[in-house]
Nanobody, 125 residues
Framework: VQLQAFGGGLVQAGGSLRLSCADSTRTLSTDAVGWFRQAPGKEREFVAG????????RYGDSVKGRFTISRDNAKNTVYLQMNSLNREDTGVYYCAADIRGYLGIYNYTSAYDYWGQGTQVTVSS
């Protein structure tokens, strides 16, 4: 399993970005995929998650109404559409896969077994 997160970049406040997370080996049997982010000097924070089967979603409080997580089963890819970005959204964004067989979407890092390498998102004012 090798997760790859990409799509980050520099964007002005109020702008949008779409991140992608793909399993390049296409061998992953995933229960849920989560996006986390980490700003300098801060802990890794849950952003959003999606159940692979059924598409149920969960969002962190700070991104509700602005970010949308979705998946493309055929492409084995999960997307994070980020709108109305602000400086507090700056950080390295990681995707992660939960394959433990439970039914929830978990907002803590230890629930996830595989992690992508991260992609930098920088929002300028």
């Amino acid at each position: 399993v090798q997760l790859q997160a990409f799509g980050g970049g520099l964007v002005q406040a109020g702008g949008s970005l779409r991140l992608s997370c793909a399993d390049s080996t296409r061998t992953l049997s995933t229960d849920a995929v989560g996006w986390f982010r980490q700003a300098p000097g801060k802990e890794r924070e849950f952003v959003a998650g999606i159940r692979w089967s059924g598409g149920r979603t969960r969002y962190g409080d700070s991104v509700k109404g602005r970010f949308t997580i979705s998946r493309d089963n055929a492409k084995n890819t999960v997307y994070l559409q980020m709108n109305s970005l602000n400086r507090e959204d700056t950080g390295v964004y990681y995707c992660a896969a939960d394959i433990r067989g439970y039914l929830g979407i978990y907002n803590y890092t230890s629930a996830y077994d595989y992690w992508g390498q991260g992609t930098q998102v920088t929002v300028s004012s």
